[in-house]
């Protein structure tokens, strides 16, 4: 009864705008202190004192390092004049079929993606470039606006990957191994996506097509080496086992600064402070959810809803199949309405004890929960990457999220293909980690 | 007065996240620099996450100023702008009731925490904790300079 009047309030403050972070940690800390939710002998005091205990050790997490770092590591590599060169290299990779630029942009995406770990920061990142280059060559606004936002969401599932980084924290699971398992997924993703932009583009004739050059191919890919460098950097040096994730943000946070600095000449000292304070104004949004979680997931643990929703989905006897299709069609709605990382936090707890009952390792488990959620961050209402590629269009949300339908349909697919296809996500990190 | 004090802090905090920012990069590059050097520093792993407690919850109160916080634009616009008004004023009473309990709680943990040491620094755990009940202070103080000024629009 706490618990469905816990989350009746956790949607209630949503919907009245509250903000997520305050939304989760309102009722939670209310509930908690109210009298009679805990055993007469239970001191508020002692209440009070758990809840300071539980907001510090919800972040006090080496881990969770890596969140404002590769948010800083990406702002930096945003300043510093890699977008543009990401996206001229991909259209020389692939300006030749049709759609070319939209096919660009995806590629640029998941080449970003390599670099930032955050969807909204790869959307932003080449969505200011991308969208006006893609309206200039004919694409519809909300199409271009659409693709961009499309190719954001792969920054979450192509390592680093903030929330993978969440549920690894949350779960122990490895998260190098979880990198490693989101590879193969986010490279299908973006060829999904290229498939709707070529087919779009042919069926109405959209953008213009340019000449395959070699030449081409060459002096853009020698413009963009040094951004190139960035993902090989932080993914090799995690996938290798040279350095820990956090340790990797923390050295692309560097060698961005070496681009950005001495390479493209791009960005100027003066313009750290307040790249810094930005980054870690974003990470603070992500982890002042996390701590304000801590506190909730507490009250429903203390409360044993993880068993009781456990002993309520084994009482549907449904196959593994069936399960996991119920829980990928759940995570999909929720997906729709709830932002990542409150979804992460919230749900993991109890999906995490029933991924034996769905014939599912917690690391395929953990990159089909984030590629699931990265679907979210496309669909109307709280789809974050179709917000900023709104912001940045200034086209409205209902506009861009129907131009995103196709995108969303093929998304779904390729997240099929993961859950009953185990090699596209465990085959990477066996092979890396034998 | 209370809308300048909240502006006037709010600029410090900012440094001091700029600070806090910095510092965690160089010292998680001097971790992996010493540790290749063959002498790796105990303490590193420690201050950092210690730091980034302090990122969270300063780091909050500038995302609550910069009114940069996720969330949704909610339903009250639609009621018209004196239930708009009540909601945001229930809202923000609400949340004041919140960092204000946190505070109180959080200072009484503090003092008590003071008895505990860090395990690689031995430093008294009250340093690290105080940044709670800190940060919950400043919440206040700009939840009141919201509610004392003209309503402000909470969410991107």
Redesign the interface.
Known sequence: MIVLLLFTCLFA???????????I??PA??FM?TPGVFPAGVQI?AL??T???L??AG????D??AI??FM?AGAIMETGGISRQLIDFSDSLVGWVPGGLACAVIVASMFFAGISGSAAADTAALGAIAIPAMIRQGYPPAFSAAVVAAGGSIGVIIPPSIPMVIFGFLTNVSIAKLFAGGMLVGVLFGLSFMAVAVWHAWRHGYGTRQVFSLRLVWASFKEAIWSLGAPVIVLGGILAGI?TV??A???A??YALFVAMAVNRRLKWQD??EL??R???????I?????MAKVFTWLVAMKQTPMLVQSAINSLALPPWGLLLLVMAGLLVVGCIM?TTAALILLVPVLAAITPQMGVDPIQFGVLMVVNLAVGMLTP??G?CL?VSCGISGLPLGQVGRAAMPLVAVAIAALLIACYWPPLTTWFPSLIYK | MLQRLSQAINAAIEKVLFVIGAAICLILFAQVVFRYAGASLGWSEEVSRHLLVAITFLGGTVAYKRASFIGLKGFGHRLGPAIQRAIVVGLQVLTLACFGLIAWFGAAYTVKAAEHTSSSLQIPMAIPFSVIPAASVIFVLHVLADISGAPRRKTP
Do not use: C, K, N, Y
Request: net charge negative; glycine share 6%; hydrophobic share 70%.
């Open positions: 403050l949503i919907a009245l705008g509250l903000p997520i972070a305050l939304s940690g309102l800390i209310g202190l005091s009070g004192q809840i300071v205990q907001l510090f972040v006090d997490s080496f969770l390092l404002p770092l800083l350095v956090t340790e943000a923390a050295l946070v560097f750290m402070p810094i304070i980054s870690q104004i974003v990470a603070a949004t982890l002042f959810i996390i701590a932002e209402p709280v974050i917000f």
